[in-house]
């Protein structure tokens, strides 16, 4: 094992370069996936009549299939049809696509966790149902989603690295690219990936546990 | 006020409400007494629509409940209701939770809310407990907060849904006084309850009903001199004999 080979300052510079590119296509993603999530979970738990049945075939459709199934088909079949996605974007639209089915199933089951009384109570004081989603269903819901939802972004995270099946220069890929060029590099190499991947995301789930014993 | 024509109810096959004819006037105090499944809840249900009706005509006021025309928002401003469960809102404290309604609802400033909020609480007698959310507080408190809640929206009628069931033996005294304060101020309620003391004394009416059937309409006086119907006999042997 060659420790001091395999942490040359470029190497590390390297390895930093793509572990920014990890962070922004999940940062990027994060936020697109947790809107859509949002509004599809908001959308299907409203059981609006024809709405909510369409996106419930497209979640479940998207749900029960491997992500490593949608980044090719973002980045290799999308072109076919004429749509040319950038290597960075075919990555963040995979991941969007596919965790906003992910978040919008949390969304939509924290919502159905609030007691059929709230609702009751509020709708008989005469809030609209839209005003019932948002002052009394969303605010409770939101404190038991924070826990699914961070770990929702956890594994987004983790599967940017999936990613490198499309050649994304993301931390995993540029992992890759060192090691390869020495066996003895391998396991040094390995070690600081799983550290740089580690360090982000417990303090991600830091974050969560912070909020969820202030919001308690 | 309250006027039930010829109201049916089925769940599937399953008929809760049979041919309701009810009517209930500005002012009065309806208590609904009966076995449990009799269909007393789901009656009191459906004067806000918490419940649809099936058949019949329910009007309050002379405005149809279930007619799609209906704007039922702005029919439950004017129907308070206070449940079982109490279904206060736990992530608001309250004065929040009796603030809510009539800042969404009918529009008024935070300070005029908070101000009517205080006064129902008042009267409740639980002023002191505004700030405090709900999980601080005893069944009995949470239950009167509900009722002030009910109340901060000025309504014409109070519903109440076996108000007192879920609350500890010691408790059921300051919600039972809170209602009674309430009827000789003349609010019209409508009251589901398993509490024959607070019947006897408080009701105009009270309608007795089984199996979705009303047997029987009566005052009190009348009702427990002298029952008509055999179930109801029998319903007040098995509930005031012990």
């Not at chain 1, 009384?117 to 809030?127: D, K, P, V």
């Not at chain 2, 209602?179 to 398993?194: C, D, S, Y």
């Not at chain 2, 607070?198 to 001199?225: M, S």
């Amino acid at each position: 094992m060659d420790f001091i080979g395999a942490y040359a300052p470029d190497h590390l510079t390297f390895l930093l370069k793509g572990f920014w590119v990890t962070l922004k296509v999940a940062f990027i993603s994060i936020i697109l996936s947790f809107i859509i999530g949002a509004i599809v979970g908001t959308l299907r738990y409203a059981a609006i009549p024809i709405v909510s049945r369409v996106l419930a075939v497209v979640v479940e459709t998207i749900r029960n299939l491997p992500l490593l199934l949608i980044i090719f088909f973002t980045y290799f079949a999308l072109p076919e049809i004429g749509i040319n996605l950038e290597i960075t974007y075919a990555a963040i639209a995979a991941l969007t696509v596919f965790e906003s089915a992910m978040l919008s199933e949390v969304i939509r089951s924290g919502l159905k966790s609030i007691e059929k009384g709230q609702i009751e109570a509020a709708r008989s004081s005469g809030l609209t149902y839209v005003q019932t989603l948002q002052h009394i269903v969303m605010p409770q819901a939101l404190k038991r989603m924070v826990p699914p939802i961070v770990s929702q972004f956890i594994s987004l995270l983790k599967d940017t690295s999936l990613a490198v099946v499309i050649a994304l220069p993301d931390l995993m890929h540029n992992g890759q690219i060192i090691y390869a060029q020495k066996d003895s590099y391998i396991i040094p190499i390995f070690l600081i990936v799983a550290i740089m991947y580690f360090i982000v995301n417990y303090c991600l789930s830091q974050i969560a546990r912070r909020l969820e014993v202030k919001r308690a | 006020m309250i006027e039930f024509k010829g109201v049916n109810k089925y769940y599937g096959d399953f008929q809760v409400l049979k041919d309701i004819n009810l009517s209930i006037n500005k002012g009065e105090v309806v208590v609904i007494i009966g076995p449990s499944g009799s269909g007393k809840s789901t009656m009191l249900r459906c004067i806000n629509h918490l419940e649809t009706i099936t058949e019949g005509e329910l009007t309050i006021n002379g405005t149809l409940v279930a007619d799609k025309k209906t704007d039922i928002n702005k029919l439950r401003r004017n129907i308070g209701m206070v449940f079982q469960h109490f279904h206060l809102y736990p992530h608001k404290t309250v004065l929040e939770n009796i603030t809510l309604a009539p800042k969404k609802v009918l529009g008024k400033s935070e300070n005029e809310a908070k101000e009517t909020a205080r006064y129902y609480l008042d009267k409740v007698g639980i002023a002191e407990k505004a700030d405090a959310y709900p999980s601080q507080l005893s069944g009995g408190q949470q239950q009167r907060v509900a009722i002030a809640r009910g109340l901060a929206m000025n309504p014409e009628v109070m519903l109440f849904d076996e108000p007192t069931s879920a609350l500890d033996p010691e408790m059921i005294g300051e919600v039972l006084d809170v209602m009674k304060a309430l009827a000789k101020e003349g609010m019209t309620m409508v009251v589901v309850t398993h509490e024959m003391g607070f019947a006897k004394e408080v009701a105009d009416r009270i309608v007795f009903i089984d199996q979705g059937q009303i047997l029987e309409e009566a005052t009190p006086a009348e009702f427990y001199a002298n029952p008509r119907e055999e179930r109801a006999k029998l319903f007040l042997s098995r509930i005031l004999n012990h």
